[in-house]
């Protein structure tokens, strides 16, 4: 077992690699706090994406959001942009990777 400890929120921004982060930032992070989202391959593929974007919805100050695209097929990119920005419409969007194994930028 790791005993690696990771921060999931530092200075406004919200890190959620994986389904624990996402599990703890909705226990511990207060949503207020939170102006800028980070949500990793992980933690999409394990949550659900729509399942996701919808609990996510909590942090109603997000001005950034930021979404590592390793899982999501090309043809699916622009549709999965728009969820986000539908939850967060004051937000601007990027895309990221995670350079995840079986991932399309992984090794």
Known sequence: MSTETRIIFHDG???LWDEIDYNEALINVEPGAVRSLR??????SCV???KLISELAIYNNVTEVEVADDRIQ???MAHTRSL???????????WSYDSLAGGKHGR
């Open 13 to 15: 921004k919200l890190f």
């Open 39 to 44: 949500v990793g391959a992980k933690c999409y």
């Open 48 to 50: 659900g994406l729509e």
């Open 74 to 76: 090309d043809e699916d």
């Open 84 to 94: 986000f920005l539908e939850k967060f419409p004051s937000a601007t969007f990027k």
